[in-house]
């Protein structure tokens, strides 16, 4: 399958610093890259779908402010979590897919574990 | 939008015996369900998926069924490992709505040695 991955795998800091989070497909162009949070043993929660040389759509509720997206290029889509606070601790993920797929078919990044302190 | 529900929430088999994780989803227009696999702090991977033109697929231990009338898609796996041991997510996926995937809330798999 096709490989997304996520840098850093885990990051800690301060309560008030700006914290960025890279995913990139390694092998494939990704038109199309998710970003999602997930809570200890819940399920994913789609943050934003983020769009190559476009704004990204976030969900209901999900400060884009709060959470800025760039998808500067087919094979990079950059979360910035801005002045962070300990409620931004959680687990994000992001998926692709490729450009010309026409499935659903998505692969997923190893995710990155913030810790606001 | 599609709504997926996910039993059980937790199961745990002895090893060699079976697992069986049931989804149902409300989109009747979804045609994409793929399970993925999660283990503890990493990201999920794809095991299986099926389209809805196809009842079953199987790929060595693992089977997914589609009741496309009933709505629902089940997970089988056959001669459990302790090594399958994870939280496994459903998912459904609409082709108009985005390229969106809607999850199930997970089932949390223990295989007892």
């Known amino acids: 399958g096709a490989v997304v991955s996520q840098h850093p795998s885990r990051v800690i800091c301060k309560s008030g610093t700006s914290v960025k989070i890279e995913c990139r497909s390694l092998d494939f162009q990704a038109t199309t890259m998710f970003w999602y949070r997930q809570f200890p043993k819940k399920s994913l929660m789609l943050m934003a779908t983020s769009n190559e040389g476009s704004k990204a759509t976030y969900e209901q509720g999900v400060e884009k402010d709060k959470f800025l997206i760039n998808h500067a290029s087919l094979t990079l889509s950059t979360l910035t979590v801005t002045s962070a606070h300990p409620e931004d601790s959680s687990f994000y993920i992001c998926?692709?897919?490729?450009?010309?797929?026409?499935?659903?078919?998505?692969?997923f990044g190893e995710g990155s574990r913030l810790t606001v302190l | 939008g599609e709504n997926v529900e996910q039993h059980p929430s937790t199961l745990s088999v002895q090893e060699g015996d079976s697992a069986v994780i049931k989804c149902t989803y409300s989109?009747?227009?979804?045609?994409?369900f793929p399970w993925y696999k999660q283990e503890l702090g990493k990201g999920p991977q794809l095991i299986i998926d099926?389209?809805?033109?196809?009842g079953e697929k199987k790929d060595q231990r693992i089977a997914v069924t589609l009741n496309k009338t009933a709505k629902h898609f089940s997970l089988h796996i056959t001669e459990t490992q302790p090594e399958d041991s994870a939280v496994y997510f459903c998912?459904?996926?609409?082709?108009?709505?985005?390229?969106?995937?809607?999850f199930g809330a997970g089932t949390t798999v223990t295989v007892r040695a």
């Open positions: 998926s692709a897919r490729g450009a010309g797929w026409n499935t659903g078919e998505l692969f």
């Open positions: 998912a459904a996926y609409e082709e108009e709505d985005d390229y969106k995937l809607s």
């Open positions: 099926i389209r809805s033109n196809v």
């Open positions: 989109d009747s227009a979804s045609n994409y």
